[in-house]
């Protein structure tokens, strides 16, 4: 059981650059989310997912897009990279909508758009 | 305004000591849950502690216990016999319908 699997671990952008951060998780979670963490800002919500074909803004939503075609998979998309996306970013899932007490998080991705 | 609130940025423990991090949350809801996660150096998240706004006890898991005042709308970790594997980030969370918010964290350093 493989949990939420992140990658690329680490990444080095340029400025203008696409690129798409990849989130799958094994357990059938139906919720699913993405984050990144500043310093001294915590972990923001960007993007969220309660099913497939479902996806919601959450705190810090542009310059992202996100689609869940399927239950496992998640991805992040940065469509024109910019140094204030610099960041760490975590993709967590959790089994039950709005209850669940158990998230789960990927080990994070290190994102630097030079 | 802040939905999770951890006014200590930082916090220091003798090894061995109890030591409280605080946490406030703001909420309109009647249902939701509140978390608290350790982040060591190495980054990854750790989930330490849950309890629903419906739980009339405390909760507790091992050495970890929230002290849960609904009231006051604070959900504060103790920390008991503390360990100098427990120097870390420590966040605290809540589950707002389908969000999870977090607050900034409070650095907890252990020392002999």
């Known amino acids: 059981n493989a949990g939420v699997t992140q990658t690329p671990k680490f990444q080095v952008l340029k400025t203008g650059q696409s690129m798409t951060l990849q989130c799958a998780q094994d357990?059938?979670?139906?919720?699913m989310s993405w984050y990144r963490q500043d310093p001294g800002m915590g972990l923001r919500l960007i993007h969220y997912?309660?099913?497939?074909?479902?996806?919601d803004q959450g705190e810090v939503p542009n310059g992202y897009n996100v689609s869940r075609s399927t239950t496992e998979d998640f991805p992040l998309r940065l469509l024109s990279a910019a140094p204030s996306q610099t960041s760490v970013y975590f993709c967590?899932?959790?089994?039950?909508?709005?209850?669940?007490?158990?998230?789960?998080f990927g080990e994070g991705s290190w994102l630097t758009v030079v | 305004a802040q939905k999770i609130t951890q006014t200590q940025p930082g916090m220091f423990v003798q090894e061995k000591e109890a030591v409280t991090l605080d946490c406030t949350y703001d909420?309109?809801?009647?249902?939701?849950?509140l978390f608290w996660y350790k982040q060591p150096s190495s980054g990854e998240m750790i989930f330490l502690i849950y309890?629903?706004?419906?739980?009339?006890q405390n909760a507790t898991e091992g050495r970890y216990s929230l002290n849960f005042q609904k009231a006051r709308k604070s959900a504060n970790l103790v920390i008991s016999a503390s360990q100098l594997g427990d120097s870390a980030m420590y966040f605290c969370?809540?589950?707002?319908?389908?969000?999870?918010?977090f607050g900034t964290g409070t650095r907890l350093q252990v020392f002999p």
């Open positions: 967590a899932s959790s089994e039950i909508r709005g209850t669940g007490n158990t998230i789960y």
């Open positions: 997912s309660v099913g497939a074909g479902i996806t």
């Open positions: 909420t309109s809801d009647q249902s939701y849950g």
């Open positions: 969370a809540m589950r707002e319908g389908d969000k999870l918010i």
């Open positions: 309890q629903g706004s419906y739980d009339e």
């Open positions: 357990m059938n979670h139906e919720y």
